[in-house]
């Protein structure tokens, strides 16, 4: 049985307290099922083929630093965050090309856990966004229900919600399949998603 990194481990018991203890029910609900399923054995380990982009510099770094000032348990999820985000493979939203050079500059994803990730496995997908200041990551939907859980400054939208800033160790909930957006203001942006895949 393949043994959990540690850093990912504590990165996720500090992600399931923070969505627990969420107001949101349907948040609270999601985050039991994904971490149900992440307490069955470990899906095995894989070394990710190491991809930086220009928003893993100063963005990215900023806003980890941003997490040692607030309130525990945000530094020590940005800690180990911040132990795991060198060894991601950090790659551009599909059809970033067409939103401009801001935006092809301006933010990065990457799989923590799921298909791809450090931990490859296919019953739960964990991941992160950063972006620099002023950003806007374009309307999408996917089938599975999400969680973000914001560990910056900035706003999310979905069909259902206005335009919702839920400051640094908030939480938001996206309903299956619904259209939803985010976006940076003046401060770089950083965010985890945890989404239960069937
Ligand atoms: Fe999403």
Redesign the pocket.
Same mark, same amino acid.
């Given at each position: 049985m393949a043994v959990r990194d540690t850093n990912l481990q504590q990165l996720l018991n500090i992600s399931q307290r923070i969505i627990a203890a969420s107001a949101n029910y349907r948040a609270v609900m999601a985050g039991e099922r994904i971490f149900e399923s992440l307490a069955r054995p470990a899906g095995s380990r894989a070394a990710a083929t190491v991809q930086r982009l220009p928003a893993c510099d100063h963005p990215l770094a900023a806003a980890l630093a941003g997490t040692s000032a607030q309130h525990s348990p945000l530094p020590e999820l940005g800690t180990a965050f911040g132990a795991l985000e060198g060894g991601l493979h950090w790659y551009r939203r599909k059809n970033a090309e067409a939103l401009g050079q801001p935006f092809i500059d301006g933010h990065a994803n990457a799989v923590l856990i799921g298909p791809d990730g450090i931990e490859q496995r296919d019953d739960v997908l964990v991941g992160a966004t950063v972006m620099a200041p002023h950003i806007v990551y374009p309307d #999408?939907? #996917?089938p599975p229900e999400?969680v973000y859980i914001a560990m910056s400054p900035g706003e999310w939208w979905n069909a259902e919600m206005n335009w919702t800033e839920p400051g640094p160790g908030g939480i938001i909930y996206?309903p299956p399949g619904i259209l #939803?957006a985010m976006r940076s203001h003046t401060k770089p942006f950083l965010a985890l998603?945890f989404?239960p895949i069937d």
């Open positions: #999408h939907d #996917h999400e996206n #939803h998603w989404l």
